[in-house]
Antibody, heavy 117, light 109 residues
Framework: QVQLVESGGGLVKPGGCLRL?????????????MAWVRQAPGKGLEWVSR????????YFADSVKGRFTISRDNAKNSLYLQMNSLRPDDTAVYYC??????????WGQGTLVTVSS | QSALTQPPSASGSPGQSVTISCTGT?????????VSWYQQHPGKAPKLMIY???KRPSGVPDRFSGSKSGNTASLTVSGLQAEDEADYYC?????????FGTGTKVTVL
């Protein structure tokens, strides 16, 4: 069965950086687009970024464009999110998501990122 | 990338039906048949319930159904059960990006 395990969350000061990782198993990782979706405490879901199966095409929400980078290592079945210039409104649970065609098919349990001084 | 509009809450008694709306624009909901719906229980990850407006993934009960008219999509839960009490979010593809709805809390009375 599909397993997505996020790591790398934690407390960081405004302006700082953090790198999230997602270890995938139970499916052919290199066949699928992957995405990150976040949820601020007590708030709704927000799409952050997605990445093509080869890693050659990336897409970002306006709220993170220019600050976040998404990448993958298909040999390691891993997805990454490099977050720079973090702001308090980036505080959220970040979910790693396996995509199907135009849908968020399978979700990890999430990792909490807190941006605070 | 404005969030799609959903009612904050909806409710029904066991066995009844509840319908949740999801209103966007011609640039998202109205422009593509790529609306999906997600169920989220407290403290849990979201789960895909409907994709491409009205298709159900395997394992999702046929009590869940979806539709779309113009810029508004809808999710209907028929024969409400206690375990259907959760938050529900719609999502739409929108020209290389995705947008989620504001979320609806469904309460089973």
């Amino acid at each position: 069965q599909v397993q997505l395990v996020e790591s790398g969350g934690g407390l960081v000061k405004p302006g700082g950086c953090l790198r999230l990782s997602c270890a995938a198993s139970g499916f052919t990782f290199s066949d699928h687009y992957m995405a990150w979706v976040r949820q601020a405490p007590g708030k709704g879901l927000e799409w952050v970024s997605r990445l093509s199966n080869s890693g050659s095409s990336t897409y970002f929400a306006d709220s993170v464009k220019g600050r976040f980078t998404i990448s993958r290592d298909n040999a390691k079945n891993s997805l990454y999110l490099q977050m720079n210039s973090l702001r308090p409104d980036d505080t959220a649970v970040y979910y790693c998501v396996k995509m199907g065609d135009y849908r968020f098919e399978s979700w990890g349990q999430g990792t909490l990122v807190t941006v605070s001084s | 990338q404005s969030a799609l509009t959903q009612p904050p809450s909806a409710s029904g008694s066991p066995g009844q039906s509840v319908t949740i709306s999801c209103t966007g624009t011609s640039s998202d909901v109205g422009g593509y048949n790529y609306v999906s719906w997600y169920q989220q229980h407290p403290g849990k990850a979201p789960k895909l319930m409907i994709y491409e407006v009205s298709k159900r993934p395997s394992g999702v009960p046929d009590r869940f159904s979806g539709s779309k008219s113009g810029n508004t999509a809808s999710l209907t839960v028929s024969g409400l059960q206690a375990e259907d009490e959760a938050d529900y979010y719609c999502s739409s593809y929108a020209d290389s990006t995705y947008v989620f709805g504001t979320g609806t809390k469904v309460t089973v009375l």
